[in-house]
């Protein structure tokens, strides 16, 4: 049998439905053993866990077209370059081996060369400028299959600038971006920054859903340990009327609702602190079953109706 703690019936009949406010107070649930298996209920302890080191940043998805150019650039110049080397070289060659080339000629070959490795040079040194040193240290092959996945929007680029001033070495090791928790790599610190505050980083995230010229807020996760808490896993967390929730096994039949607010949001889970503890249990698959089993509304007679 399964037993549902409902609201009180004058508040069931002031609300007219029975989705209109989450109380952040704890609600059981009582689920039997072949409820659980039916519904494929998994629990997973808690464990002990340091939020890291964030900074806030507004986020902004780049335009992969100035890249792509840059991208075709340098890649024509590299051909260039290697082309001109090559040239100089077999030319140097020859007239080592019986003078059937002129010195003039070899001057020649070598001076080229050295035009078009300064033209690739001066297009690696605005890239650096623009993007930064890890894009402009990438091969032109890499940095050609990169370009394509941000133009075929598999892959997005973003821009993050600090809120604040970040504190004495701090060094971004990833984020989360905002809405939709999405996780991101950073590539490396950024050169430039129009919030006058530090030089932003830039930051690569799955482009689903990212377009140029998106805003979005980040979070940006540094090394060392900041507030203490559990790691809640993020199978755990699920949202209803507005929101998050975990349900926590108080014994083998009975889990509570509990409103989950984050101290820190990571690839592997959420950071969380009271009513939260280690060594407790949650529900890590099909805690979306137990919130319909929550939102249901009792039937008459049934345990959890205020008589």
């Given at each position: 049998?399964?037993v ?21 107070t704890a609600?059981?649930?009582e689920v039997?053993?072949a409820?659980?298996a039916r519904?494929?209920l998994?629990?997973a ?10 900074l806030?940043a507004t986020a ?8 792509a ?6 890649a024509?110049?590299q ?11 077999r ?5 080592a081996?019986d003078?059937?080339?002129?010195r003039k000629a070899?001057?020649a ?5 050295a ?6 040079q001066?297009a ?17 092959g890499?940095l ?6 941000l ?6 680029w973003?821009k993050a600038?600090?809120?604040a001033a970040?504190?004495a ?9 905002h809405p ?8 490396g ?14 930051l690569?995230a ?10 979005l807020?980040a979070r940006?996760?540094g090394?060392?340990?900041?507030a203490?808490?559990?790691l ?7 949202r ?6 975990a ?8 889990f509570e609702?509990?409103a ?5 949001m ?7 602190g ?5 060594g407790?249990?949650v529900v ?5 079953a ?8 009792a039937?008459p007679?049934?345990p959890?109706?205020?008589?």
């Amino acid at each position: 049998m399964i037993v549902r703690l409902s609201l009180p019936r004058a508040a069931r009949m002031l609300c007219a439905a029975w989705l209109i406010v989450a109380s952040v107070t704890a609600a059981a649930t009582e689920v039997d053993a072949a409820t659980q298996a039916r519904l494929g209920l998994a629990l997973a302890e808690l464990h002990a866990a340091q939020a890291p080191l964030e900074l806030s940043a507004t986020a902004e998805v780049l335009d992969p077209s100035t890249l792509a150019k840059a991208a075709d650039d340098i890649a024509a110049l590299q051909a260039t370059a290697d082309a001109s080397r090559a040239e100089a070289q077999r030319v140097q060659a020859l007239y080592a081996a019986d003078g059937n080339m002129s010195r003039k000629a070899v001057e020649a070959a070598r001076a080229q060369a050295a035009v078009d490795q300064s033209k690739l040079q001066q297009a690696r040194t605005q890239l650096r400028m623009d993007w930064g040193s890890a894009i402009a240290g990438m091969d032109a092959g890499t940095l050609h299959a990169r370009t394509e996945a941000l133009l075929d929007g598999r892959m997005a680029w973003l821009k993050a600038e600090p809120l604040a001033a970040p504190a004495a070495g701090f060094q971004p090791a990833g984020a989360l971006l905002h809405p939709g928790d999405t996780v991101a790599r950073v590539l490396g610190p950024l050169p430039r920054s129009s919030a006058g505050l530090a030089g932003g980083w830039l930051l690569e995230a799955p482009g689903a859903g990212l377009t140029p010229g998106m805003l979005l807020t980040a979070r940006l996760q540094g090394s060392g340990a900041g507030a203490s808490g559990v790691l809640l896993p993020r199978g755990a967390v699920v949202r209803w009327n507005g929101v998050a929730w975990a349900y926590v096994a108080t014994d083998a039949t009975h889990f509570e609702r509990r409103a989950v607010t984050a101290l820190a949001m990571t690839a592997a889970g959420w950071i969380v602190g009271a009513p939260f503890t280690a060594g407790e249990k949650v529900v890590t698959r099909g805690a979306g079953a137990l919130i319909a089993l929550d939102a249901a509304p009792a039937e008459p007679g049934k345990p959890g109706d205020d008589d």
